[in-house]
């Protein structure tokens, strides 16, 4: 059983930044698993927002967020990021990690094997 544990949500206002962190429980091979960023507004489907490869060589980002959102990872540290910048009032969701055997179908939740329990990001306007 994998253990993702996001942090770093909270309320910022529009413009502004924040950075999410997904913390790997100690004993996983965290450089074997692809991973991924979904979130999820209040009242709609579950949306992929990026992932990034094993390596962290190779990253792949919804066209939402392209351009203001960064996914990096330290696999020495078993950690994923999330950087997210020019915040705006659609990105408020609950922000998900996820992690997977394989990079490939990246875009598609139900292929993800193990999930966090979310985090919470709200940008006011």
């Known amino acids: 059983q994998v253990q993702l544990v996001e942090s770093g949500g909270g309320l910022v206002q529009a413009g502004g930044s924040l950075r999410l962190s997904c913390a790997a429980a100690?004993?996983?091979?965290?450089?074997?698993?692809?991973m991924a960023w979904f979130r999820q507004a209040p009242g709609k489907e579950r949306e992929f927002v990026g992932a990034?490869?094993?390596?962290?060589?190779?990253?792949y980002y919804a066209d939402s967020v392209k351009g203001r959102f960064t996914i990096s990872r330290d696999n020495a540290e078993k950690k994923v990021y999330l950087q997210m910048n020019s915040l705006n009032t659609e990105d408020t969701a609950v922000y998900y990690c996820?992690?997977?055997?394989?990079?490939?179908?990246?875009?598609?939740?139900?292929?993800?094997?193990?999930w966090g329990q979310g985090t919470q990001v709200t940008v006011s306007s």
């Open positions: 996820a992690a997977k055997f394989s990079y490939s179908d990246t875009t598609a939740g139900k292929t993800y094997d193990y």
């Open positions: 100690s004993g996983l091979s965290f450089s074997f698993y692809a």
């Open positions: 990034i490869s094993r390596s962290g060589g190779n990253t």
